[in-house]
């Protein structure tokens, strides 16, 4: 069956008038703030009408991706590139690579793409960035989809962030594996065991800065000295421990997550949640922050990626490098 015709089955017409309805709730409206046209519930459950004929030859590679839509992409021999962020080798076989990957995935752990930010004090260069995606051996020109262990609900945010790095490097057809590699064996999925040697790419990005904050923009909002706000992602359990950054909103990235599973939360719900949050979309920039960058991955994304809504940003350095940039000074 086309590609066209299997996306056809999954229409969900109500869906669209739904996201019309929340985001005028929200307030945002036209431009990248308005309701998706790509697709019309979470894992690409495609809205025909929005459709042309060359879509068939070129699919959508939506933000959010089921294990169901990746195989019917993979049957299609769509050239997709499949970077699987759990350890190589891991006691459990949901955080091991090597326990069974999805066939032609490549390898690089989330520790890896984290080290990058190592130095407290510095956002990472060009060089640091181009190293990291030519040892992942990604290029610009195919989809990248990216899969995690999906052990827990904050596996998700490892997923986030790597999607994150990836966005700021120039990668534009991006996509999450909801569930993760769990989603994908429950869906039927084959797995593969073989030690797969990922040939190095010759790629070179440049990092964009859009959807970054730095040092330097937290503390200006901190000081009075921009209208930015700040989204503390972390559940209240966490926040009890260390505290909230003076003017701060919250909104729990693992309240946006369903299960224990690493899924994402029905699509409206997270629309509600963002509702709710006493932010001013899409006015001024919103600076999203954890103790770690997972969690406010899991923010920026779905605001960003699946609320559409421009001018949300990671603060790349998390409080943990805060905390030790401070030392330093």
Known sequence: ????????????????????????????????????????????????????????????????????????????????????????????????????????????????????????????????????????????????????????????????????????????????????????????????RIARKTAPSGETVRLDPTWLATHEDVDAMLRGESDAQLLDARPLNQIAKRGMLDGATHLNGIALMNGTRGQAGDILSIFERIKQVQIAWGSQDVITYCNNGALAAIDWFMASEIAKIPNVKIYGHSLSARDRAAWIN
């Open 1 to 192: 069956m086309r590609l066209l015709d299997r996306l056809r089955r999954n229409v969900r017409p109500l869906h669209v008038l739904a996201y019309a309805a929340v985001f005028a709730a929200l307030g945002i409206t036209g431009g990248e703030a308005g309701a998706p046209k790509r697709f019309s519930a979470v894992g690409a459950q495609a809205d025909a009408a929005e459709f042309d004929p060359m879509l068939a030859e070129k699919p959508i590679i939506p933000p959010l991706m089921t294990a169901e839509y990746l195989q019917l992409l993979m049957n299609q021999a769509t050239p997709l590139q499949i970077v699987d962020i759990r350890r190589r080798r891991a006691r459990s076989s949901l955080f091991s690579y090597l326990s069974g990957h999805i066939p032609g995935s490549s390898n690089l752990p989330y520790g890896e793409w984290r080290k990058i930010w190592a130095d407290p004090l510095e956002v990472p260069g060009d060089l640091a960035l181009t190293n990291i995606v030519r040892r992942a051996g990604l290029v610009k020109s195919k989809p990248v989809v990216i899969v995690h262990s999906s052990a827990a609900k904050g596996n998700f945010g490892s997923a986030a962030w790597v999607y994150w790095v990836l966005k700021s490097s120039g990668f534009k057809d991006l996509s999450i594996l909801d569930g993760g590699i769990r989603a994908w064996q429950e869906n039927g999925g084959p797995l593969e």
